[in-house]
């Protein structure tokens, strides 16, 4: 899981590059999967019945080819392995998934294939409808096999796993956290402020590899070799991990604008400049998103006016059976509100869980040295008398004063009500 730009992609490829010696990895993204178009007018079901074609068609091609790339495997079981491939093929032809399944494993025993990885990426580029119905399909065809993996890449608010059926007695597709485990939540793994050093290491290595495969670099230490050579600060890197809030690829942008904006006065990378890219990114990229959706937008602009405008912060609670509203969801995905702490509790309300979101730290920047510029942040970090919690979060300065930085329930269900009224044609059928 995670939004554009966190690295999904990527982290697929290279689990595809280090699959186990006999093993046997298809790489498949929903972009650029399928024969033609699809028709808007045809059913979800009949849509992911030509997706799920597709998928099988692919597989069959692959293995036709591994089988003539295991040089090991006897003429005898090429052979055999081809003519359950041409079965396979029926079978998909036919809907029968079950015993393509049975006659997928057999391939793989006559090749003497431990383990078979199907990797998935975009699954958002499947409509929205359809996605559940696809779901359905590749889990009555794979999921019978212990010897088949399926690992999918995927946005979190623009996925539909399954749903109920009309009686909600099932659910047609997966149903997660049985059929299927989100093990990996990339929107999680590079919050600056829960592991600051962790996470400017890992960026840092990000960046030395892109300027590595252009330029002839030592093998020193990426990150103090970025600061000694591309930065005139560990303060200014540090900013420019800060200003990504977690996104890699909003990392190297980011990065290309503050180093051309550099590059005009000939010297290294200042915070000044790191500061002067994000707001550009912020306003010409993210801000870009919003405009033509005046309801978003408007959304957007009342909790900047409320946190930034009249908190003179950054960060705000929402309530966590508020957190999954829709419009917050979405600017989240459109990476113009970030998360940095779910489940935390106030004192005054120990029953209450809050999610802590953060405003993007472009719209910061574009309020900086104005009468409406953040005084306060959270900090997360381990008190002395910490007991049984993990972390706390408190403030750099009045931690009375930031906590009650909490999204007004009426403001937030106003604008949810409007929104899902905006979207409800593509949610239901």
Known sequence: MGRRGSGKSHL??????????GESCLYLNYQRLGSGPLVATESAELTANKLHHSICRRIEEFCLQDIYRRGTVSKDNKI????QLIKMA???????YADYCKQFEDFLHLLSIPRFTLILDEWVAVPYLVQPYLAELIKRTFFHSPKIVIKIAAIGFQSRFGRATQHGASTIGFDVGADIAIDTDLDAYL????????????????????????YSLPK??????LIINCFTQREALSELV???EGVPRDFLYIFSRAYFDALQTRRPIGVPHVRKATEGWYVQDKLKNVQDEPLLRDFLNTIVDEVIGKRKARTFLVEQ???????????????LLHIMKRGWSRKHKPGVRYDIFSIDYGAYVNLRNTANEPQI???????EDAQNEAEFIVPFDDFRRIRGIELPEGLLNTFETRYLQQIRPILTE
């Not at 290491?201 to 590595?212: S, Y």
């Not at 942040?377 to 008190?383: D, G």
């Open 12 to 21: 697929l490829l290279k689990l595809a590059e280090s699959i186990q010696p």
């Open 80 to 83: 055999k392995a081809t003519g």
């Open 90 to 96: 029926d079978l998909s032809a036919a809907d029968k």
């Open 191 to 214: 919050v600056y402020d829960k592991e600051t050093d962790k996470v400017e290491k890992f960026l840092a290595a990000v960046l030395f590899k892109h300027l590595e495969s252009s």
């Open 220 to 225: 020193d230490d990426p990150h103090d070799w």
């Open 242 to 244: 800060r200003a990504c």
């Open 321 to 335: 059976r508020f957190s999954r509203a829709r419009i917050i969801l979405k600017l989240f995905d459109l990476r």
């Open 377 to 383: 942040e959270f900090e997360l970090f381990k008190p």
